[in-house]
């Protein structure tokens, strides 16, 4: 093959492998914000003037998150699975579960749109957009390794495997207890098989997520 043309090919190529991501510009958590388990975490977000635009993005979930470029885990919801319009309401609250984790610097905000899919993906996967990572403190909880691995950048197995973590005493007067619950891998539509409980820790895979520069 020409040199030109292998050139063409993987451009064409990496273009149908990289994410969209929308371009809503979250303005709140941002790196140095830290929120408090059982307080109040305010997310806020502005149209940053390029598309798609919040209009196109319309519908969107909202959750949080942990992981890497490659991998990441949902932690708790926040607008999900009933999605907000972030063209109309450009900030929502949300109180931190504190189980859902340890203190760490490595928590994020995704948003996923219901409207507006990627351009160039083959299987109609929601344009996504990401808060910085920020800090959460006062947290009970604990990252099994699964989750470790996804934070380090390891590529590991996207199979589906097992995520749990030991939740202690929070402000919400939850009793001790340790969980556990099988993660559901998925290199497709990011939202397929979460459920609104936020005691779950589910995994988000694997190369959809690869080109998230702006995150990571």
């Known amino acids: 093959m020409h040199a030109s043309t292998m050139f063409k090919a993987l451009v064409a190529l990496a273009a149908a492998i990289t994410p969209a991501v929308a ?7 941002v790196a140095s914000t830290t929120c408090t388990a059982g307080q109040s ?5 502005k149209d ?4 798609p635009s919040l209009a196109q993005l319309g519908l969107c979930t909202i959750a949080l998150y942990t992981g890497g470029r ?3 885990t949902f932690l708790q919801p926040i607008a999900y699975p009933t999605p907000i319009d972030v063209s109309t309401q450009l900030t929502v609250s949300f109180v ?5 984790g340890p203190n ?5 905000i995704r948003f996923s749109s219901t409207n507006h899919t990627q351009t160039n993906s083959t299987t109609a996967a929601p344009s996504l957009a990401f808060s910085a990572k920020f800090s959460l403190a006062g947290m009970t909880g604990t990252f099994n390794q699964t989750v470790l691995n996804q934070i380090a950048g390891s590529t590991g197995s996207t199979s589906a495997s097992t995520a749990s973590s030991t939740a202690g005493s929070s402000s919400s007067s939850r009793t001790s207890s340790t969980r556990s619950t099988t993660a559901t891998s998925s ?3 990011p939202n397929s098989g979460f459920k609104a409980d936020s005691s779950a820790v589910y995994v988000v895979g694997a190369a959809a997520f690869a080109g998230l520069v702006t995150l990571f």
């Open 70 to 72: 490659q991998q990441q």
């Open 41 to 45: 975490c305010t997310v806020t977000w």
């Open 48 to 51: 940053n003037g390029s598309s």
């Open 96 to 100: 931190v579960d504190g189980t859902v």
């Open 187 to 189: 290199s497709s539509t």
């Open 23 to 29: 371009d809503l510009a979250v303005t709140e958590p």
């Open 104 to 108: 760490d610097s490595n928590y994020f």
